[in-house]
C-alpha cells in the first residue's frame, strides 16, 4: 500500500480499527486466564482441602483380610503347643466316720461354769461344773481324765492349782460321748495350792482374786474369774 494512502482521515481510522482487534483480543485472553484460573484454584478447592480428616480416613475402605496372611496364622497357631492348662483337684471327700472312733477336737465343746464374779467366803469351796459336748455324726470316745481334761487355777502369773497335779495311776479315764449327750463333772477345790513335783505340805490360797479355765488338747474354755475371802 501506498504510504501516502496511509495518511489523513483514511489512515487514522485503519490505525483505530487495528488497536480495536488488538483490545478485543487481550480481553478475551485475561477472561480465559481468569476462568483457568477460578475452576483450578478457587474457593471450592480450598474448601474441600478444608474438610474433616475423619470424613476423608472413613471414606476409604477396609482392606481386605489378605488370604495368605490369613493361613500362615492359622497353621502357626495350630503347630504352637499350647501351654496346659491345670487341672483341677476335686476336694477330698471326708471318710464317713465310725461309731466309737476317737472323738476329733472340731467336733468337741468344751465348757466351764461355776465361780464367774462369785465371792467366796472364808471356809467355803469353790466348785465347777466342765461339760463336754460330741457335736458328731455318730459316738465318739474321749479321754476325760484329770490330765486329759484339766482344770487350772490361776492368780495372775501365779499357778494356784490344777487336776493334772499329783494324779494317781495311769490318769486317763475313757468315756464314750453320745452324740448330743453332754458330759458333765463337778470339782470342788479344796482352797490348797497344789505342785506338779507333788509336794506333801501345801499351803491354803491367800483371800484374792483367781481365775479358772478347763483346758483339754487345744481347747480352752473361757476364764471364770472369782475372789476368795
Known amino acids: 500500500m501506498d504510504p501516502d494512502t496511509m495518511r489523513g482521515d483514511g489512515g487514522d481510522i485503519y490505525w483505530r480499527r487495528r488497536m480495536s482487534v488488538l483490545v478485543a483480543v487481550l480481553v478475551v485472553v485475561a477472561v480465559v486466564a481468569w476462568a483457568c484460573s477460578s475452576g483450578g484454584s478457587g474457593p471450592e478447592r480450598s474448601s474441600s482441602a478444608q474438610s474433616s480428616p475423619s470424613a476423608s480416613t472413613s ?3 477396609t482392606p481386605a483380610a ?3 496372611l490369613a493361613g500362615l496364622r492359622t497353621l502357626a497357631m495350630g503347630t504352637a503347643s499350647p501351654s496346659p492348662t491345670p487341672t483341677p483337684k476335686a476336694a477330698p471327700s471326708e471318710r464317713p466316720r465310725k461309731p466309737g472312733e476317737p472323738c476329733q477336737e472340731k467336733d468337741l465343746v468344751l465348757s466351764l461354769q461355776g465361780g464367774k464374779e462369785q465371792i467366796f467366803a472364808a471356809g467355803s469351796r469353790p466348785t465347777f461344773l466342765v461339760t463336754l459336748v460330741n ?3 455318730v459316738m465318739c ?4 481324765g484329770p ?4 482344770v487350772r487355777i490361776t492368780s495372775g502369773a501365779d499357778r494356784i492349782w490344777s487336776t493334772a497335779d499329783c494324779v494317781s495311776g495311769a490318769g486317763t479315764e475313757v468315756a464314750e460321748l453320745q452324740r448330743g449327750v453332754p458330759y458333765v463333772r463337778s470339782l470342788e477345790w479344796d482352797r490348797r495350792r497344789s505342785s506338779a513335783d507333788c509336794r506333801s505340805a501345801s499351803s491354803t490360797a491367800l483371800p484374792g482374786t483367781y481365775v479358772a479355765v478347763a483346758r483339754m488338747g487345744k481347747m480352752r474354755t473361757e476364764k471364770g474369774v472369782f475372789h476368795l475371802r
Do not use: N
Open 59 to 61: 471414606a476409604q475402605p
Open 66 to 68: 489378605d488370604p495368605l
Open 135 to 137: 457335736t458328731g455324726s
Open 141 to 144: 470316745k474321749a479321754d476325760i
Open 147 to 150: 490330765r486329759a481334761m484339766e
